[in-house]
């Protein structure tokens, strides 16, 4: 069942954007291309020009759909990213996409302010897609739920690491490891907004079943231990000023392995793909029942934190 009108014509209304946050550059520029002088003189975030001309420009972008409209919380941020990302409109406020655009995407990554930012569009009945973490509270994380699951609301969310070009072989299979045993990966910046990203990489890898969760750490130093219902333990270091990387260590019973990601570009196009097919065919590319299992570890992580360390089992969040 498409969600859209015209499934080869989709315009898509984007809203941005968060402190060290790009996406609205990099993603607009996937579906509209871009203007290669403006974006590599004057993108305020210098990794984006660097792997998007990389990219040869008649398969850079993503065919039938095209960001249209624009709103970021400071206009001259929204007027600055259509220049660059070739984005026709740019609006005064969120809902002046409403009836302009067939699908919004939310390239905001703060999980508590994602409630707010999509209930003009939830009212409206636009599907969605919302930046990772989609919450990061139980209260929002009730929320999505009512509204997806219990009101039937078309809403997608997921970390881009979810499709990383490295992990794609374990995804499959981790057979010649044999049992895992032990997970683990290092994160660079806040666990609210970047311990997500080591999730939903290690998630679909694994299989939903996380039964505990303890954060060992701080606001600036999360080391985080989990426990999975197939006898694995993961820990995810989730530091403030560690080096970026996507390192993803395995190791089983037959041997062990260390993957890494180093290819931002086919991750985003992927991630951002699956939600125009997911437009197309009104099919989720994975239940949110893993969307709601991260969100449990997000929030376990951050309460853990907060309340002395603390186990805290995924089955009381």
């Not at 600055?80 to 990554?109: F, N, W």
């Not at 750490?217 to 270091?237: F, L, P, Q």
């Not at 449990?296 to 089992?313: A, F, M, P, T, Y």
Request: proline share 5%.
């Amino acid at each position: 069942m498409k969600l859209v009108k015209n499934p080869e014509a989709i315009k898509l209304g984007i809203i941005g954007m968060t402190e060290g946050n790009g996406h609205p550059y990099s993603w607009s520029a996937i579906f509209n291309g871009y203007d290669e002088k403006a974006m590599t003189a004057e993108c305020p975030y210098a990794g984006i020009p660097v792997y998007l001309n990389k990219e040869p420009k008649a398969t850079l972008p993503i065919g039938g759909a095209k960001v249209t409209h624009i709103y970021c919380n400071d206009r001259k941020d929204a007027e600055h990213v259509a220049k660059c990302s070739l984005v026709q409109h740019v609006v005064s406020r969120p809902e002046d996409m409403i009836g302009q655009v067939d699908a919004v995407i939310i390239a905001t990554d703060i999980g508590s302010e994602h409630v707010e930012r999509a209930r003009p569009f939830v009212a409206a009945g636009l599907p969605i897609f919302i930046d990772k973490p989609l919450c990061d509270n139980r209260k929002d994380l009730a929320v999505f739920r009512k509204w997806v699951i219990d009101e039937k609301h078309w809403i997608m969310s997921s970390s881009c690491m979810r499709y990383a070009k490295g992990y794609l072989p374990y995804r499959l299979s981790t057979h010649e490891l044999g049992d895992l045993r032990f997970v683990s990966m290092p994160m660079s910046k806040k666990w609210e907004t970047y311990g997500i990203h080591a999730l939903e990489a290690i998630l679909p890898i694994v299989g939903p079943g996380f039964k505990t969760i303890q954060n060992l750490g701080t606001d600036e130093r999360n080391i985080v231990h989990m426990t999975h219902a197939r006898g694995i333990d993961i820990v995810i270091a989730c530091i403030k000023d560690v080096q970026y990387g996507g390192a993803l260590r395995l190791a089983g019973t037959k041997g062990n392995v260390e993957v890494s990601n180093n290819d931002s570009f086919f991750s985003f196009k992927a991630q951002l793909k699956a939600f125009v097919d997911f437009l197309r065919t009104g099919e989720y590319p994975f239940p949110f029942s893993e969307t709601e299992e991260l969100m449990k570890l997000v929030i376990g992580g951050i309460e853990s934190r907060e309340n002395g360390n603390r186990v805290i089992e995924l089955k009381t969040i």
